[in-house]
């Protein structure tokens, strides 16, 4: 299968640390990579490979992966992380092709 | 530090073809995949397609028919064709590079994960509206 499901929204208090997941066939194979999305932006990729962090993105975010399952974890949530969060990965099924997730609506209350 | 830019006509009409170009600044073009994806108003990112530096393609299957992504090296473009558009086209269409590879064995190993992919530069988007 070349889908990838993620929780439509999710909500965190300031400070408390929030996981978001991804699930898919393909993430047995590869790597979930995450991106962040604020509106009127264009995505902006937050972790990549095993738990990489892109260059100026804070260590609040981490990424770890067991299964068919990749989790973004943001430990200490701030407001400025409220935005979309998309996974993303390559089909594993030998279909060259690039799969997202639906998005999740993170909400710091 | 690379960046793309990119451009191309923001109000079309039913039928017409929609063309886009993404320019690579700063950076190698060969060992990447560039990709255009796209995100209707509201809604999530889809991915069209893309291309690597020797013009090889991979398409979203479900726009396959309509699309064709092209590359011109010399120039450090990649350029993005959707014929035959409706109001479904409407979107904000992304240029991005695309980075792919093995895992080494030790992670392999540890995970059982092959393979890393993620798209890591994007173009700041491009508004594109199809409305007779």
């Known amino acids: 299968s070349s889908e990838l499901t993620q929780d439509p929204a999710v909500s965190v208090a300031l400070g408390q640390t929030v996981r978001i997941t991804c699930q898919g066939d393909s993430l047995r194979s590869y790597y979930a990579s995450w991106y962040q999305q604020k509106p009127g932006q264009a995505p902006v990729l937050v972790i990549y490979g095993k738990n990489n962090r892109p260059s100026g993105i804070p260590d609040r975010f981490s990424g770890s992966s067991s299964g068919n399952t990749a989790s973004l974890t943001i430990t200490g949530a701030q407001a400025e992380d409220e935005a979309d969060y998309y996974c993303?990965?390559?089909?594993?099924?030998?279909?060259?092709?690039?799969?997202f997730g639906g998005g999740t609506k993170l909400t710091v209350l | 530090q690379v960046q793309l830019q990119q451009w191309g006509a923001g109000l079309l009409k039913p039928s017409e073809t929609l063309s886009l170009t993404c320019t690579v600044y700063g950076g190698s073009f060969s060992g990447y995949y560039w990709s255009w994806i796209r995100q209707p108003p509201g809604k999530g990112l889809e991915w069209i397609g893309e291309?690597?530096?020797?013009?090889?393609?991979n398409y979203n299957p479900s726009l396959k028919s309509r699309v064709t992504i092209s590359v011109d090296t010399s120039k450090n473009q990649f350029s993005l064709k959707l014929s035959s558009v409706t109001a479904a086209d409407t979107a904000v269409y992304y240029c991005?590079?695309?980075?792919?590879?093995?895992?080494?064995?030790?992670?392999?190993?540890?995970?059982?994960?092959?393979?890393?992919?993620?798209?890591?530069?994007w173009g700041k988007g491009t508004t594109v509206t199809v409305s007779s």
């Open positions: 991005a590079r695309g980075a792919v590879g093995r895992n080494s064995v030790v992670v392999v190993a540890a995970t059982g994960l092959s393979y890393y992919y993620y798209m890591d530069v």
């Open positions: 291309i690597n530096h020797s013009g090889s393609t």
């Open positions: 993303n990965s390559r089909d594993s099924s030998g279909n060259h092709y690039v799969v």
